[in-house]
């Protein structure tokens, strides 16, 4: 069975203060991991796909990597504007191409 | 560019009365559409999704049904609803066996 298993469940950080948050990942055959932020109340908000390990991909303070068996999200100088919670989830190549999900890291960057 | 609408935003219904949820996609033809929920603590659960009209497969057994009458508009209905199907529903489009994107959300409360 496909799972995704996100960590830490929740993290405090100060502004500034760089951390990672990390997917790990079992499945039958990755075809895709993909990372979303989710606000309260919102729907998720698409950040990045990583397809193949060693592939990293940037979008302003935020960096995705991705190796055979998880993925990092590394939050370089956060702001409070950061907090959120970031979902990851994982498509395969075996049947149709539904995402597997994780719980999230659920993120407070305090000023 | 393509925007993605769904409503209610939310809704309070009681326990056996009837459902419906629409989701309707614009600026984009036959997108594959999916219908998630997201139960407190837990990750998205795809619940149905769809490759044309009138193509509908499901992914847990439940109270629940789905429906595509149009090519960008997708429904989820329930005859009688259960306490157990109170969460936040999302739906999703994506071009073909690429990114869910998804949409605000409706908040579902069944008392």
């Known amino acids: 069975e496909d799972q995704v298993t996100q960590s830490p469940e929740a993290l405090r950080l100060q502004e500034g203060e760089s951390s990672s948050l990390n997917c790990s990942y079992t499945v039958s055959g990755l075809r895709g991991l993909f990372w979303y932020r989710q606000d309260p109340g919102k729907g998720p908000e698409f950040l990045f796909t990583l397809y193949s390990a060693g592939e990293e991909k940037e979008k302003e303070r935020l960096k995705a990597t991705l190796t055979k068996k998880e993925s990092f999200l590394h939050i370089t100088a956060p702001k409070p504007e950061d907090s959120a919670t970031y979902l990851c989830?994982?498509?395969?190549?075996?049947?149709?191409?539904?995402?597997?999900f994780g719980t999230g890291t659920r993120l407070l960057v305090s000023p | 560019s393509q925007t993605i609408h769904q409503w209610p935003a939310t809704l309070v219904q009681p326990v056996g009365s009837p459902l419906s949820l629409e989701c309707t996609v614009e600026g984009t033809s036959n997108p594959n559409l999916y219908w998630y929920r997201q139960a407190a603590g837990r990750g998205l659960q795809l619940l149905f999704y769809s490759v044309g009209i009138g193509q509908i497969s499901s992914e847990v057994p439940q109270n629940l049904s789905a429906s595509r009458p149009q090519d960008r508009q997708f429904i989820l209905s329930s005859k009688k609803l259960l306490l157990s199907d109170s969460g936040f529903y999302l739906c999703?489009?994506?071009?073909?066996?690429?990114?869910?994107?998804f949409g605000p959300g409706t908040r579902l409360t069944v008392l």
């Open positions: 999703a489009w994506s071009p073909q066996r690429d990114t869910q994107y």
């Open positions: 989830a994982v498509q395969t190549h075996t049947g149709f191409q539904k995402l597997v």
